[in-house]
């Protein structure tokens, strides 16, 4: 494996200027660039090596290849602004003669080999820096698996969150609609005592009311459907961002409203279905 590493991200982390000097001067370093627009060599750099921390220092090189375009990471930081090149290089070159290496990426061929690789470099750390056993390590070694897990874990914590959120709203959307009920049983009182007069049974009532209920509760879950659906294909087109509508999601969210309607419109039904033909055709 070519020792490489990353030795300055470009304007954005340091807010350093970057600019592009004549040719010429000593003999130049391989690199390789993150954008075509960086092959114009040489580059100066951020010198974090240097006293002052906006310096930079002019490096000749030799521009190797260009990488792809990866934008911004999970962090916030453009993926893209950055340079390549050996590390005995940077150290000579950019770091002031430093003999550090603040990060170090490891590749292995297979991810059964990881564990294994991890230990092992682990091992020779604890070594070039002298730990003694039993003492912490005054290095970190973490693994795509590890980073992952994190992402995974922060990813789950915000869905928590945002299906606590929307409990929230099916419940006072809920309640909404219990409230609307019971209204609509109150005014409808005469006609509930009609309609049992004339011989309709509780059951018929109550399958009434509940018709109504999961009706108004399908009705707006269908809207936010579809504000849903209509709000990422905006965002998808106007900041660029990728989604991925589910077919899934769209019918589960038609089941959960209409789960909504029976749950929170059964009250009402039940209490009209109760009613006293006699009291409800007085009712005034």
């Not at 099916?170 to 049992?196: D, K």
């Not at 900041?239 to 991925?244: A, E, R």
């Not at 999601?249 to 419109?265: D, E, K, N, T, Y």
Request: hydrophobic share 45%.
């Amino acid at each position: 494996m070519k020792a490489m590493t990353a030795v300055a991200t470009l304007c954005l982390l340091l807010s350093v200027g970057c600019s592009r000097k004549g040719a010429g001067g000593p003999a130049r370093v391989p690199v390789t660039v993150a954008r075509a627009e960086q092959r114009a060599i040489p580059f100066e750099i951020p010198a974090t090596g240097t006293a002052e921390p906006r310096q930079t220092v002019s490096v000749q090189s030799q521009v190797t290849g260009v990488l792809t375009s990866k934008g911004l990471s999970t962090q916030g930081t453009d993926q893209d602004d950055i340079v390549i090149m050996p590390y005995t290089s940077a150290m000579k070159r950019v770091l002031g003669g430093g003999t550090t290496l603040r990060n170090i990426n490891a590749q292995v061929a297979s991810s059964h080999d990881l564990p294994p690789a991890q230990q092992q470099i682990i091992a020779l750390l604890r070594q070039r820096h002298n730990i003694r056993e039993g003492r912490d390590d005054d290095f970190t070694v973490r693994t795509q698996e590890e980073i992952a897990a994190a992402a995974t874990a922060t990813t789950d914590v915000m869905t928590g969150l945002l299906g606590a959120i929307a409990g929230v709203s099916l419940l006072v959307g809920g309640i909404g609609i219990m409230n609307i009920m019971l209204v609509s049983v109150t005014e409808r009182t005469r006609e509930i005592g009609t309609r049992m007069a004339v011989g309709a049974h509780g059951r018929d009532i109550l399958s009434q009311f509940l018709i109504e209920a999961i009706s108004l509760s399908c009705v707006g879950g269908i809207i936010g459907i579809l504000v849903g659906v209509a709000s990422a294909k905006i965002l998808a087109a106007v900041k660029n961002w990728p989604s991925l509508i589910s077919p899934t999601s769209i019918v589960a969210a038609f089941l959960v409203s209409a789960a909504v309607g029976v749950f929170f419109g059964f009250y009402p039904a039940r209490k009209a279905a109760q009613l006293d033909p006699i009291d409800a055709l007085r009712y005034e």
